[in-house]
């Protein structure tokens, strides 16, 4: 089947960790996203990338880095920097097309222990 | 920039009562219009999306919202709702000249009483 596959669904992390959110896709979509979803605000943009080896950041890139080495893969790390990672993460994909309609990953749950 | 407002966090309405979402968006010309629904389990899904011709867009699951570009607004509409249909709901707006980027309303949550 295909789709978004996003891991783990619940990740922890401690003082001072950096921790990586993985997404992968089968659709061969050339554009994917990270969100972060926190209660009241909707999702907001982390980064985004269009292409293989590019990516531009989103709202609220800071503490947060990615990479695209792979068009299927977009791994999003939360660094030690990012000082309130608690959310919902989602990972998303579609087409080159603004027109066209983004499929999401079933999100990972990230929490401070 | 573009920007979405979603003026209702929540809403309550009776099952078999008629429904509307407000959203309003920021924007010069006429953005690329979405709405998504985020049911528990079932993660974000494509209610449906207006770029351009007819107004008046029909989605899936009976709803249907309508572009109206002097009120800048895309509110999303069901006839009768059902108790399946609590959930939050996303509006959001992209833009030729924005690239690909999409940016969401900060959802409306649905509620349903029987």
């Known amino acids: 089947d295909g789709g978004i596959t996003q891991s783990p669904k619940y990740l922890f992390r401690k003082e001072g960790q950096n921790v990586t959110l993985s997404c992968e896709q089968n659709l061969n979509h050339d554009a994917m996203y990270w969100y972060r979803q926190d209660p009241g605000q909707g999702l907001r943009l982390i980064y985004y990338s269009q292409i293989v080896n590019d990516f531009q950041k989103g709202d609220i890139a800071e503490g947060y880095s990615v990479s695209r080495e792979k068009k299927e893969s977009f791994p999003l790390t939360v660094t030690s920097a990012q000082k309130n990672p608690t959310a919902f993460y989602l990972c998303?994909?579609?087409?080159?097309?603004?027109?066209?309609?983004?499929?999401f990953g079933s999100g990972t749950q990230l929490s401070v222990l | 920039a573009q920007s979405v407002t979603q003026p209702d966090i929540h809403i309550t309405v009776s099952e078999g009562a008629s429904l509307e979402l407000r959203c309003n968006y920021s924007?010069?010309?006429?953005?690329?219009l979405f709405w998504y629904v985020q049911s528990p389990g079932q993660g974000l899904q494509l209610l449906l999306k207006?770029?351009?011709?007819?107004?008046l867009v029909q989605g899936i699951k009976g709803f249907e919202a309508e572009f109206k570009r002097s009120q800048s607004s895309f509110n999303l509409r069901k006839p009768s709702v059902h108790w399946s249909d609590a959930a939050e709901y996303f509006c959001?707006?992209?833009?030729?000249?924005?690239?690909?980027?999409?940016?969401f309303g900060a959802g409306t949550i649905l509620r349903v009483k029987s």
């Open positions: 207006y770029f351009s011709g007819d107004t």
């Open positions: 959001a707006v992209g833009a030729p000249e924005y690239g690909n980027k999409l940016v």
């Open positions: 924007y010069g010309a006429t953005p690329y």
């Open positions: 998303a994909s579609r087409v080159q097309e603004a027109n066209e309609k983004l499929f």
